[in-house]
Every structure is written in C-alpha cells, then in structure tokens.
C-alpha cells in the first residue's frame, strides 16, 4: 500500500459475516474515485478470490454490450430462504419475509456498467442492508432500481472440468486453486 497506493480499506472486520458491507464499500470505492467525468472504467468485475476469468472473453463482452446499465453473471432465480437455523446462509422470517428471492446473480463473480453500479450504490444508502451479499447487491437493489440481472452462461458458479477448449470459451470458473491458476 505504501509503494503503490493500491489497497483500500474500511473500518470493519473483514469476515463472511460482512461480505454486503464489502461489496457496498466496492460500489462507494468505485462511485467516489474512479468517477472521472465518464473518462474512467465503464465496468467493474466483483469476483471472489477463487475464481479463474477469462480476461479475454471479459473484454469481448464488454465490447459487445448495448445496455447502459448492464448487470451481468450466473442468474439463480426462484431461490428460497433457508430456514435451518444451523446452515451457513440461514435467514429468519424477520430478516426476509417473501417466499422467494429476487432473482439474483451469484456472488462468485458479476459485471457491472459503470451507471448500473452508481444506482445500485444509491439504492444501498436507503435500503436495510441484507447478510447475504449476492442477493442483496444483484437482487434486492437491483429489483429496488428496477434492473433485472442478466444471465451469461459464460459465468459459472461452479467448478469446470479443466480443459484448455473450455477455459478459452468460458469467463469465469469457480474454486480454483492457486497453482491451477497459473497452470491455466
């Protein structure tokens, strides 16, 4: 950070707990400093750690794309709330009373144009914030904003077999490890 100024950080603790925090600090980051008169980025990829992208592919769906507000990934629709106490993404009634979420795109990894992002960090300063980041940011903000997310089956949730042919036709895959990373 000290060489290169490139490390941002906020005043939280940094856990699974606070991903919805995190991502809504990456909408604050990306609204508040990379905002230069429409000269800056156009879009910004939210991918987790483990996640191999096609930066190849990537850049060819953004040269493709018409949509000024563009939110693309791995659609997950008519999901449902867990209600297992015991389970990791355990959401009491209170919390989320509908019977179905919004549909969503998984938090693996989503693209977001530069003006998708902007309303969706407007929508998170009004709406009560939600544990369950993906659902929350591309789901619950995004059907406050009234943008639907758009699936690209480029993007996966889950791990692909590791083929060459496959990696060079796919922008995401999911649970890589570091040493397959490089190998790819």
Known sequence: SVKYGDLVQEDFLDSYANLTVKSVMLLKWFSQSCDTGGKGPQYILKTDDDMY?????????????????????????NAVPIKDPYNKWYVPKYMFAE??????????????????????????LEAPIFHLED???????????????????????????????????????HHVKHAEMRAI
């Not at 850049?59 to 693309?72: D, H, R, S, T």
Request: hydrophobic share 40%; with cysteine.
């Open 53 to 77: 992208i096609n930066l190849v592919k990537l850049w060819e769906l953004v040269q493709a794309n018409k949509k000024p507000k563009l939110l693309m990934g791995s659609l997950i629709c």
């Open 99 to 124: 019977r179905h979420y919004p549909n969503y795109l998984s938090g693996t990894g989503y693209l977001m144009s530069r003006s998708a992002l902007a309303a969706l960090y407007r929508a998170a």
């Open 135 to 173: 659902i929350y940011v591309t789901g619950i903000l995004a059907r406050t904003i009234g943008l639907r997310p758009q699936d690209n089956v480029g993007f996966s949730y889950v791990r692909r077999k590791l083929n060459s042919c496959l990696f060079r036709q796919t922008v995401s895959t």
